[in-house]
C-alpha cells in the first residue's frame, strides 16, 4: 500500500510561537510542499498554469529521514498501484511549490511513482522570500551538494518501501534542479536523466566542490539535456564544452544528447511565469518520456 505514513501538518506552533506568526509559518510550509507559489516567482501568470487534478492517484507531503534530519517531500502515484518506476523530480530555486508538486502529478498521471523531496529544508523556507538575490544569499547558496545527493537518496528509499520499483528509477530537475540531475547522474541509482537548463559549469567551492563538466566523463546514467538558445544564463558555448568533456567519457556519458530550443529563453517549462514557451515545454515534456522509456525507466 502506498504512503501509510501520509502526513500533512501544518498546525502546530513552534514554541513560543503566536498564532499569527504560526499563521505565517504554516502558509510558508503549504507553499514550500506543493500547495500555492513562492512569494520571488512572482507574478504569476495563473491564467497559463497547468492545473493537474489527483483524481485517480494518491498524492501528498510526506517525511522520511536522512542521517537524523526528516525530509519533508510531495509525492503523487496512481493509486492502488505498486511496482512502479520511480522519477525524482527536482526543484527550482524557488522549492517544492505548486508547479514542481503538479509536474509529481503529471508523471502520477503517466504511471510513475513521482517524489519531490525539499532540498533546503535544512537552511530555510524558500517560499517566504520576496527578493530573489535574499533567497539566492541567504538560502540557496548555503545549500551542499553532498547533502543534496544525500536526502535524493533518502527519497529513492523511501519510494522503494512505499510501491516504487527501484530497478527503475529516472530524476529529472530544473534549473537548480537541472544541475543537480546532471550530478545525480553521475553518481546515484537511476537509469536515466532529464536536465532542464541546469547550469553546467561554476565555481568549484566547499560546498560545490564539482560541476556536471566536472563529471562529465564518469555519468552513470545517459542524460537529456533541455536547453534555450536565448538563456541568458547558460551561454551556448558551455554547451558545447560539455559535449567534448562527454565524448570522451562513459558508455552512459557518450550516450547524452541536448536539445536546445531556438528562441527559447530560461526556464521555458515553467507554466506559471513569463516565460513559458509552450512549444518547447510540450516537446520538452514528450521527450522526457520518450527518454526515460528509452533507457528502460519504463
Same mark, same amino acid.
Given at each position: 500500500?502506498?504512503?501509510?505514513?501520509?502526513?500533512?501538518?501544518?498546525?502546530?506552533?513552534?514554541?513560543?510561537?503566536?498564532?499569527?506568526?504560526?499563521?505565517?509559518?504554516?502558509?510558508?510550509?503549504?507553499?514550500?510542499?506543493?500547495?500555492?507559489?513562492?512569494?520571488? @516567482?512572482?507574478?504569476?501568470?495563473?491564467?497559463? /498554469?497547468?492545473?493537474?487534478?489527483?483524481?485517480?492517484?494518491? *498524492?501528498?507531503?510526506?517525511?522520511?529521514?536522512?542521517? $537524523?534530519? *526528516?525530509?519533508?517531500?510531495?509525492?503523487?502515484?496512481?493509486?492502488?498501484?505498486?511496482?512502479?518506476?520511480?522519477?525524482?523530480?527536482?526543484?527550482?530555486?524557488?522549492?517544492?511549490?505548486?508547479?514542481?508538486?503538479? @509536474?509529481?502529478?503529471?508523471?502520477?498521471?503517466?504511471?510513475?511513482?513521482?517524489?519531490?523531496?525539499?532540498?533546503?529544508?535544512?537552511?530555510?523556507?524558500?517560499?517566504?522570500?520576496?527578493?530573489?538575490?535574499?533567497?539566492?544569499?541567504?538560502?540557496?547558496?548555503?545549500?551542499?551538494? /553532498?547533502?543534496?545527493?544525500?536526502?535524493?537518496?533518502?527519497?529513492?528509499?523511501?519510494?522503494?518501501?512505499?510501491?516504487?520499483?527501484?530497478?527503475?528509477?529516472?530524476? @529529472?530537475?530544473?534549473?537548480?534542479?537541472?544541475?543537480?540531475?546532471?550530478?545525480?547522474?553521475?553518481?546515484?541509482?537511476?537509469?536515466?536523466?532529464?536536465?532542464?537548463?541546469?547550469?553546467?559549469?561554476?565555481?568549484?567551492?566547499?560546498?560545490?566542490?564539482?560541476?556536471?563538466?566536472?563529471?562529465?566523463?564518469?555519468?552513470?546514467?545517459?542524460?537529456?539535456?533541455?536547453?534555450?538558445?536565448?538563456?541568458?544564463?547558460?551561454?551556448?558555448?558551455?554547451?558545447?564544452?560539455?559535449?567534448?568533456?562527454?565524448? *570522451? $567519457?562513459?558508455?552512459? *556519458?557518450?550516450?547524452?544528447?541536448?536539445?536546445?530550443?531556438?528562441?527559447?529563453?530560461?526556464?521555458?517549462?515553467?507554466?506559471?511565469?513569463?516565460?513559458?514557451?509552450?512549444?518547447? /515545454?510540450?516537446?520538452?515534456?514528450?521527450?522526457?518520456?520518450?527518454?526515460?522509456?528509452?533507457?528502460?525507466?519504463?
Amino acid at each position: 500500500m502506498l504512503c501509510d505514513d501520509l502526513t500533512i501538518e501544518f498546525d502546530a506552533l513552534v514554541p513560543g510561537q503566536t498564532t499569527e506568526q504560526g499563521a505565517t509559518r504554516r502558509t510558508a510550509l503549504k507553499v514550500a510542499l506543493g500547495v500555492g507559489y513562492a512569494a520571488a @516567482t512572482m507574478p504569476i501568470m495563473a491564467q497559463t /498554469a497547468i492545473k493537474t487534478s489527483t483524481e485517480g492517484l494518491k *498524492s501528498g507531503t510526506v517525511n522520511f529521514e536522512v542521517a $537524523g534530519f *526528516s525530509v519533508p517531500a510531495y509525492f503523487a502515484a496512481p493509486a492502488g498501484k505498486t511496482n512502479l518506476p520511480v522519477v525524482l523530480v527536482v526543484q527550482e530555486i524557488f522549492g517544492v511549490h505548486e508547479y514542481i508538486a503538479d @509536474t509529481c502529478r503529471r508523471f502520477a498521471k503517466a504511471g510513475y511513482l513521482a517524489i519531490a523531496p525539499e532540498l533546503y529544508a535544512r537552511q530555510g523556507e524558500p517560499a517566504k522570500y520576496t527578493d530573489m538575490a535574499k533567497l539566492m544569499a541567504e538560502v540557496v547558496a548555503k545549500v551542499p551538494d /553532498a547533502q543534496v545527493m544525500a536526502d535524493l537518496d533518502g527519497a529513492v528509499k523511501w519510494a522503494g518501501a512505499h510501491g516504487g520499483d527501484l530497478a527503475r528509477v529516472a530524476i @529529472t530537475g530544473f534549473c537548480w534542479g537541472g544541475r543537480i540531475t546532471w550530478l545525480y547522474a553521475a553518481q546515484g541509482p537511476v537509469k536515466a536523466a532529464v536536465a532542464w537548463y541546469g547550469r553546467l559549469v561554476g565555481a568549484n567551492t566547499d560546498l560545490t566542490p564539482k560541476n556536471p563538466i566536472d563529471l562529465a566523463a564518469v555519468m552513470r546514467a545517459p542524460v537529456l539535456g533541455l536547453y534555450g538558445e536565448k538563456d541568458g544564463g547558460i551561454p551556448l558555448d558551455t554547451i558545447d564544452k560539455m559535449k567534448t568533456a562527454l565524448a *570522451s $567519457g562513459t558508455a552512459a *556519458s557518450k550516450a547524452a544528447q541536448f536539445v536546445v530550443y531556438p528562441d527559447a529563453p530560461h526556464a521555458f517549462h515553467a507554466d506559471y511565469r513569463p516565460s513559458f514557451r509552450q512549444g518547447p /515545454a510540450e516537446d520538452g515534456w514528450r521527450r522526457c518520456l520518450e527518454w526515460f522509456k528509452a533507457n528502460g525507466v519504463v
